[in-house]
C-alpha cells in the first residue's frame, strides 16, 4: 500500500476527489461610531490537497535533501471559520485593529516522518484539529503628520497562533508500543508566531512603488513524530528565523509594467530540530540557509 517503496503499475496512484459541499458565510458589520468598527464572520470553508501530496512519487528539492513522497488516498478538509475584528480609524490615514479567530478542522492533511527503508516525509488526514490566536494591526500613512514624508506609509502586526491536532488512533496505539504517550500535537506549517513590518513609498508623478518587508517567524513544526524499526522518531521544528524582502515596480505607460524583487535579504540560518519531552532539549537535525532571491518581470498588458 501507499505510501513507501514500491512499483507502481499504470493507474496504481492515481487520485480522484470528488465532493459536493454546501459552505454558507455569514458576515456583521457595525460601526459603532464614526471612528470604531466591529466585524464579525462565519465561514464554512474546504481545503484540497496539492498535487505534491498527491503524487506517489519520490520528491526532493536537492540532492541530499529531505524526501517527501505524496499519497493519492489524501482527501479534503473541512473548515469552519469564527472570526471578530475591532477597527479603530481616528483620522484618515491611520488604524489600529485587533481580532481573534478559531478554525475548527475536520480531517487536516498533516505531514508525518515514515521509514521504508530510507526517512521520508508524507501527508496523512488526522481526525480533528483547532487553530486559534489573535494579531493586532497598525497602519499610518506618514504624509499625515507632514508633508516631507508624502508618499511614505508603515505598518506592523503581531500575530499569535495556538494549535492542536488529534492523532489517529493507529498512530497512538504505534507511539504506545515504544512506551511514549502522544495523543496531539501540533499542528504543522503553524507557527507560534508572526511579526511583520512593512514600509512603502508610492511616487504619483512617476508611478513607482517601493516596498521594504521585515518578517519573523516563531517556531514551527515541520514533520510530526513517527516510528522507525521500532525507535520514536521524535516531531521536527524549524526554530525562528527573520526575513527581509525589497520590491520596486515600475509602469511604462498604461500597459507595461517592471518588477523587481529581492528576497531573503538577511540570508538567516534556518535551524531544524528534533523536539519532544522524551528527549529533554533540542537536539539539532539540519542547519542552512536559502540564499538570496533575485527577480525581475516585465509584464505586458494587452486589451482586447
Keep these: ?5 514500491i512499483e507502481l503499475n499504470p493507474g496504481d496512484g492515481d487520485a480522484s476527489i470528488s465532493d459536493n459541499a454546501t459552505l454558507p458565510s455569514l458576515t456583521f458589520i457595525w ?13 464554512r470553508t474546504i481545503a484540497r490537497p496539492t498535487f505534491k501530496e498527491l503524487t506517489p512519487v519520490l520528491q526532493q528539492e536537492f540532492l541530499g535533501g529531505p524526501i517527501f513522497i505524496g499519497d493519492p488516498r489524501t482527501g479534503l478538509s473541512s473548515l469552519e471559520n469564527y472570526d471578530l475584528r475591532l477597527d479603530y480609524t ?3 490615514g491611520g488604524l489600529v485593529s485587533a481580532s481573534y479567530f478559531i478554525k475548527d478542522i475536520k ?6 516522518q515514515r521509514a521504508q527503508p530510507f526517512d521520508y516525509t508524507t501527508p496523512v488526514n488526522y481526525p480533528e484539529g483547532e487553530l486559534s490566536g489573535y494579531e493586532l494591526e497598525f ?15 508603515m505598518g506592523a502586526n503581531a500575530t499569535f497562533i495556538n494549535s492542536n491536532v488529534d492523532l489517529p488512533q493507529d498512530e497512538i496505539d504505534e507511539f504506545a508500543d515504544v512506551e511514549v504517550d502522544l495523543r496531539d500535537r501540533d499542528m504543522t506549517a503553524a507557527p507560534e508566531h508572526l511579526y511583520n513590518v512593512f514600509l512603502t513609498y508610492d511616487v504619483p508623478a ?9 518578517t519573523m517567524q516563531g517556531d514551527t513544526l515541520v514533520e510530526g513524530a513517527g516510528i522507525a524499526d521500532g525507535n520514536f522518531i521524535p516531531s521536527v521544528y524549524a526554530k525562528s ?19 523587481f524583487q529581492a528576497k531573503n535579504l538577511t540570508d538567516p540560518e534556518i535551524d531544524t530540530v528534533y523536539r519532544a519531552k522524551e528527549i529533554g532539549g533540542d537536539v539539532t537535525k539540519t542547519r542552512f540557509t536559502a540564499g538570496v532571491d533575485y527577480s525581475i518581470a516585465l509584464t505586458v498588458r494587452i486589451p482586447f
Design 90 to 92: 481616528p483620522y484618515p
Design 107 to 112: 480531517d487536516p492533511i498533516e505531514y508525518v
Design 31 to 43: 460601526d459603532a461610531t464614526d471612528t470604531f468598527t466591529v466585524r464579525t464572520a462565519f465561514a
Design 241 to 259: 528565523y527573520d526575513t527581509l524582502n525589497f520590491s520596486l515596480t515600475q509602469p511604462f505607460g498604461q500597459y507595461v509594467r517592471l518588477r
Design 206 to 214: 512617476s508611478g513607482t512603488q517601493l516596498a521594504l518587508f521585515y
Design 1 to 5: 500500500g501507499f505510501p513507501g517503496l
Design 139 to 153: 497602519r499610518q500613512d506618514l504624509g499625515y503628520w507632514t508633508e516631507s514624508l508624502e508618499g511614505f506609509s
